[in-house]
Nanobody, 121 residues
Framework: QVQLVESGGGLVKPGSSQRLSCAAS????????IGWFRQAPGKEREGVSR???????YYADSVKGRFTISRDNAKNTVYLQMNSLKPEDTAVYYC???????????????WGQGTQVTVPS
């Protein structure tokens, strides 16, 4: 069975940093595309970042230069390092796994339960 577990969320001061983790079981992450998405109340789900099976990375304009995605194959875990956090980063963050590297959420097959990141104003 496939399981994705996000961790690392919480209440974070503006301008500070936080690292999210997505630990996978039941599949090897280096065979797949992995995306980080976020969703705030009343807003559409937004693609934040993704990494392909060959290690290519992509970032939304809203986080480019502040966030970094990485993959540790030995631990079968994907990370999202978030720096210079802003109130507009407040959302539930999800990791997702699929066969194609894309910003379209519906293309992903497996999803974690999400972790809340709150950056007060």
């Amino acid at each position: 069975q496939v399981q994705l577990v996000e961790s690392g969320g919480g209440l974070v001061k503006p301008g500070s940093s936080q690292r999210l983790s997505c630990a996978a079981s039941g599949l090897r992450l280096d065979y797949y595309a992995i995306g980080w998405f976020r969703q705030a109340p009343g807003k559409e789900r937004e693609g934040v970042s993704r990494i392909s099976n060959d290690g290519s990375t992509y970032y939304a304009d809203s986080v480019k230069g502040r966030f970094t995605i990485s993959r540790d194959n030995a631990k079968n875990t994907v990370y999202l390092q978030m720096n210079s956090l802003k109130p507009e980063d407040t959302a539930v963050y999800y990791c997702a796994v699929g066969f194609v590297s894309t910003a379209v959420a519906d293309a992903y097959d497996y999803w974690g339960q999400g972790t809340q990141v709150t950056v007060p104003s």
